[in-house]
């Protein structure tokens, strides 16, 4: 059973345009929402992570949005850039060292 | 920067043949995980270690898998037999554990291919 349910699978979005990814999760055991960039032939890299104890947190050009009632949570790449082209995975763990439960990641495409 | 190292990159082997991959993980970090990832999905954990000692094995596939972290440092994951449905990128990752935040480093995994 997915623990964590992202979608959608792809995205194609224009340079300088907003991505939007979201992710939905059932356990309300979980307390930390990470979201991680991967490359081709590389490993995940943590871009941004979120406890539900916020609704919002901001990095950058990378936005995380949080919903507690909903138990959905978003990632927003603001003025979208061809080198974010990459596959992102959110993710959700219970725990301080627990394992992360992985959405199924979406393939980003930044057209210039 | 530290990363953790994994090797080899890639490997390629026959079906029922024996395969290891090792894992040195970021100095200091307590916690090791072995995850696999098939080709378009995320990952998923097959063991974590605290130290030496397994905190969960829960979906690592006992009869053909095994992993040990012998002194609490690098970690190895074997295959033994290997089968096609094998083929995947073997991850590895490690945080502080207890002391962390929750931040998990990867490194940049073993892709296997099983023919």
């Known amino acids: 059973q997915q623990q964590v349910k992202q979608s959608p699978q792809s995205l194609i979005v224009q340079k300088g345009g907003i991505s939007i990814i979201n992710c939905a999760y059932e356990n309300t055991a979980f307390d930390y929402f990470p979201w991680y960039q991967q490359f081709p032939g590389k490993g995940p890299a943590l871009l941004i992570a979120?406890?539900?104890?916020?609704s919002e947190k901001k990095e950058g050009r990378f936005t995380i949005s949080f919903n507690k009632s909903a138990k959905q949570f978003s990632l927003h790449i603001m003025d979208s850039q061809p080198g974010d082209s990459a596959t992102y995975f959110c993710?959700?763990?219970?725990?301080?060292?627990?394992?992360?439960?992985f959405g199924t990641g979406t393939s980003l495409t930044v057209i210039p | 920067e530290a990363e953790v190292a994994q090797s080899p990159r890639y490997k390629i082997t026959e079906k029922s043949q024996a395969v290891a991959f090792w894992c040195d993980p970021i100095?200091?970090?307590?916690?090791l995980y072995w995850y696999r990832q098939i080709l378009g999905q995320g990952p998923e954990l097959l063991v974590q270690?605290?130290?030496?000692?397994?905190?969960?094995d829960s979906q690592l596939p006992k009869d053909r898998f095994s992993a040990e972290r012998l002194k609490g440092v690098d970690s190895t994951l074997k295959i033994q037999p290997a089968e096609l449905g094998d083929s995947a990128m073997y991850l590895c990752?490690?945080?502080?554990?207890?002391?962390?935040?929750?931040?998990?480093?990867f490194g940049a995994g073993t892709r296997l291919s099983v023919l």
């Open positions: 270690f605290q130290d030496e000692s397994v905190v969960d």
């Open positions: 100095s200091g970090h307590a916690t």
């Open positions: 979120i406890r539900p104890d916020v």
């Open positions: 993710a959700a763990s219970m725990g301080t060292g627990n394992q992360f439960y």
């Open positions: 990752a490690s945080s502080h554990g207890r002391l962390a935040k929750n931040i998990q480093y």
